[in-house]
């Protein structure tokens, strides 16, 4: 209870010295941000993104999964009535990052993390959950077959180093495909 107190005080100091009224619902840069739930590795943080900048889409690993195409769909709809379709213009970052959990439930809970995929134990491997470099891969090819995707969209692979605070590109910015 004692920490929900100072997240209570923290707001109301954010209120008072941080709130920014004016801002959309589209993120300014036009931009989206596929990344872990992982503290250590919060995209505000490791992106110094200002308020607004950027969507930020959180799941275990940061991965392109069955519920991340449809939170994309709803957000798609979303920025339509917002006034700011998704897509041309629009930047989709894959952030992945060094010493992932997700590996703990690769060896200890292959069903569930399969489950969480939308995939069969089997198909696991192809997904490269122990190594974040070939894995943003993975899920930037993910990205560029998906249909229903807008293809005006760039698409980066990005892996933060948790050890170093830095993010080597390792898939370079190119349009998920011709609009």
């Known amino acids: 209870m004692d920490f929900l107190q100072t997240l209570i005080q923290r707001n109301s100091e954010f209120a008072t010295t941080g709130f920014h009224p004016d801002l959309k619902i589209i993120p300014s840069q036009k931009t989206l941000i596929l990344g872990c739930v992982d503290p250590r590795v919060d995209p505000m943080d490791v992106l110094k993104l200002a308020p607004g900048e950027a969507a930020v889409i959180r799941n275990v690993g940061g991965r392109v999964n069955p519920a991340l195409f449809e939170t994309m769909a709803i957000l798609g709809t979303v920025s339509r009535v917002g006034g700011a379709a998704v897509g041309l213009g629009w930047n989709l970052i894959v ?4 010493d992932c959990g997700i590996s703990g439930c690769y060896h200890h809970a292959p069903a569930l993390l399969a489950k969480h995929m939308g995939v069969s134990e089997d ?15 993975v899920d930037v090819a993910a990205l560029k077959a998906n249909p229903n995707l807008p293809g005006g969209f760039t698409v980066t692979g990005l892996v933060y180093d ?8 390792v898939v370079p910015a190119s349009q998920l495909r011709p609009e």
């Not at 952030?95 to 060094?98: D, K, P, R, Y």
């Not at 948790?162 to 590109?169: E, H, L, Y």
């Open 95 to 98: 952030l992945h990052h060094t």
């Open 123 to 137: 198909d696991l491997a192809a997904l490269q959950i122990d190594d974040p470099y070939k894995a943003v891969g």
């Open 162 to 169: 948790v050890a170093t605070g830095r993010i080597d590109t």
